[in-house]
């Protein structure tokens, strides 16, 4: 479980971002307005393979492992659950 | 009390990778990692025999004695697909034939998909004990995976072909049947994205819940389950499931989702022999099986048994 307390607001920020960016490519079609409040499964229709799909992007886009072990089901809530999730997350780079 | 008093198996040698499905299915290269990494589904069994002769491997595997053999009144053909093979084939009807079981009654089960393997022990030990007597029941499982539905799963898994049978007695020793749970949701019956989409919010849950309410029905916790014998649907659906009722997660034994794949009905009894031979069952422990199906409705199935 990723202890909020913990995560850089700039990183959790950064990822927000780079997780707006991704969703056209992911979902392959425009996302228009897509914000940390927007919702993956409701607003957005994703999958829950769509959903690990954007967490492979998000690894190959930040560079970085994210340790999916405690990833659950409520992380793919929102942009903003995903990205408190994967800030909090990374693994430590080798 | 309806036992499992025995199992025979066959998994095929050949096997069939992920990324050579790539193009049929339409699948991005990160859909195919997300399979590898997540899913751990990286290739499927595969055999040259036809489904005649994968039944029979299983069926000369259980090796029964003349004397069992006699005593066979019921073979009971668990199926995920309704239909296997173009009419008038029947293959069940020939591997009965072929190890000397053609008296046996033998029809198939199915409407629970990939459940449908529970349905039938449950069916069978029903039988048995209704004819009171010394009889035994066969439940044989294992399918080809020919068609593009029966080989692949799309966002969830990959069939493999392999077979299993079980042999299955009114009372005994081994392993004694304590409860059995099947949750019927015809609600996910039809072919929509919403009604996929739904099914996939609550699979975890339902699945989960299907484990603990066999559980509680066998008197038991999850404490006292040595191990969960799962379908091999993918690893990520395990692993979603475990964390909702407290399950470790490594006593689910998901090693065969990675090469061998998810063998229609028969991925009960394959894990089962592959528990026994690692020496994860020992006598007097409990443990599940459970399975989920998905077709015409979905299905939600466990078992609880003790060794």
């Known amino acids: 479980m990723s202890d909020t307390a913990t995560i850089d607001p700039a990183l959790r920020e950064h990822?927000?971002?780079?997780i707006c960016a991704l969703l056209p490519r992911v979902l392959k079609r425009e996302v228009p307005d897509a914000s940390e409040g927007t919702t993956l499964m409701d607003d957005l229709g994703m999958s829950s393979t769509t959903g690990l799909e954007l967490v492979l992007e998000l690894e190959d886009r930040l560079e970085r492992e994210i340790s999916v072990e405690d990833l659950g089901r409520d992380d793919f809530e929102t942009v903003g659950t995903l990205a408190s999730y994967v800030a909090g997350n990374l693994l430590d780079e080798e | 009390m309806t036992t499992l008093a025995g199992i025979g198996t066959f998994v095929p040698e050949a096997r069939v990778s992920i990324e050579?499905?790539?193009?049929e299915f339409d699948l991005t290269p990160m859909q195919v990692r997300v399979f590898r990494r997540y899913h751990k589904l990286g290739s499927a069994a595969r055999s040259d025999e036809s489904l005649t002769g994968l039944l029979r491997l299983a069926?000369?595997?259980?090796?029964?004695?003349?004397?069992?053999?006699?005593?066979?009144?019921?073979?009971l053909y668990a199926r995920t697909f309704p239909v296997v093979v173009p009419y008038p084939r029947n293959p069940l009807h020939d591997a009965l034939a072929a190890v000397g079981l053609g008296h046996a009654q033998a029809f198939a089960v199915g409407q629970q998909a990939c459940a449908s393997g529970l349905l039938a022990i449950d069916l069978a030990g029903r039988l048995l004990a209704a004819d009171g007597d010394d009889g035994l029941a066969?439940?044989?499982?294992?399918?080809?995976?020919?068609?593009?539905?029966?080989?692949?799963?799309?966002e969830t898994s990959m069939f493999g072909e392999g077979a299993a049978a079980c042999l299955v007695a009114a009372s005994g020793e081994r392993d004694r049947l304590l409860a059995y749970v099947a949750r019927l949701r015809g609600e996910f019956d039809g072919d929509l994205d919403e009604v996929a989409q739904e099914f996939q919010r609550i699979y975890h849950d339902a699945l989960g819940e299907a484990v603990t309410a066999a559980v509680a029905r066998a008197g038991l916790g999850l404490d006292d389950i040595a191990v969960i014998l799962p379908h091999n649907v993918n690893q990520?659906?395990?692993?979603?499931?475990?964390?909702?009722?407290?399950?470790p997660l490594d006593r689910?034994?998901?090693?065969?989702?990675?090469?061998?794949?998810?063998?229609?009905?028969?991925?009960?009894?394959i894990n089962h022999r592959t528990a026994v031979e690692r020496g994860l069952l020992r006598p007097g422990d409990r443990y599940v099986i459970a399975a989920a199906g998905a077709g015409r409705g979905a299905t939600f199935s466990a078992m609880v048994f003790e060794h």
């Open chain 2, 20 to 23: 050579s499905y790539a193009e």
């Open chain 2, 252 to 269: 689910v034994l998901l090693e065969h989702v990675a090469a061998i794949g998810h063998v229609f009905c028969a991925d009960a009894f």
């Open chain 1, 15 to 18: 990822v927000v971002e780079t």
């Open chain 2, 59 to 75: 069926l000369e595997d259980l090796a029964l004695s003349e004397e069992q053999r006699v005593r066979v009144r019921y073979v």
């Open chain 2, 138 to 154: 066969i439940v044989l499982a294992g399918e080809k995976a020919f068609t593009g539905e029966a080989r692949f799963v799309p």
């Open chain 2, 236 to 247: 990520v659906a395990w692993q979603r499931t475990c964390k909702r009722i407290g399950f």
